[in-house]
């Protein structure tokens, strides 16, 4: 072979050679992975007071029908109020309902509620207190005989100021009192 083909022979594998290296360069790598933004706010329970307000209120409505139901039941089974409240509200709930049972009692009629107002709200951790008004007018206290042992100067409408804490998705009722200032029912 010539030095000329050599030369020749040299250049074109020079030159396939940088044409290699320039490919290889500019070919597309695995991606890097794209950083995101890493949010140290964790995302709240809720998006509003509003929202927050409602969830209280549903809360509460459930653990009405259910506490209506053993009310109406004379206090038997109060466990089915276990996944609506919190360890230390069902002991006292459990306590109230095991004196229906000591004295015969049975409650006939339902229980509502109104006027229901946020008092605070945790958006983020989820906990949530209100004040709302709990109707009773229409629940009667009867014993086992058929008699009316509803108190005559019970009040018909209380006012209640109920604390709720979250736990997993759901909003458990912690605490539930008689406000004590001036009655808003």
Not at 12 to 27: D, E, K, N, Q
Not at 81 to 100: A, D, I, N, T
Request: aromatic content about 6%; overall charge negative; glycine content about 6%.
């Amino acid at each position: 072979m010539s030095e000329r083909s050599r030369s020749r022979t040299a250049a074109v594998l020079i030159a396939g050679l940088a044409t290699v290296l320039v490919l290889v360069a500019c070919a597309p790598t695995a991606e890097a992975p794209t950083p995101t933004a890493s949010s140290t706010a964790p995302t709240p329970f809720f998006a509003s007071d509003e929202e927050a307000l409602a969830a209280a209120t549903a809360a509460y409505e459930s653990y009405l029908e259910v506490s209506d139901q053993i009310a109406a039941d004379g206090g038997a089974d109060p466990t089915a109020l276990k996944p609506l409240v919190s360890v230390e509200e069902y002991e006292r709930q459990e306590q109230s309902f095991l004196g229906f049972t000591e004295r015969g009692l049975h409650a006939e009629g339902s229980s509502q509620v109104d006027s229901e107002r946020l008092e605070q709200a945790n958006l983020v951790v989820g906990n949530v207190s209100i004040y709302l008004c709990l109707d009773v007018s229409e629940v009667r206290l009867m014993d086992d005989a058929g008699v009316d042992n509803t108190p005559v100067d019970r009040m018909d409408r209380l006012p209640l100021q109920v604390a709720f804490a979250s736990e997993g998705e759901s909003l458990l009722i912690s605490q539930s009192s008689v406000w004590s200032g001036d009655n808003f029912c």
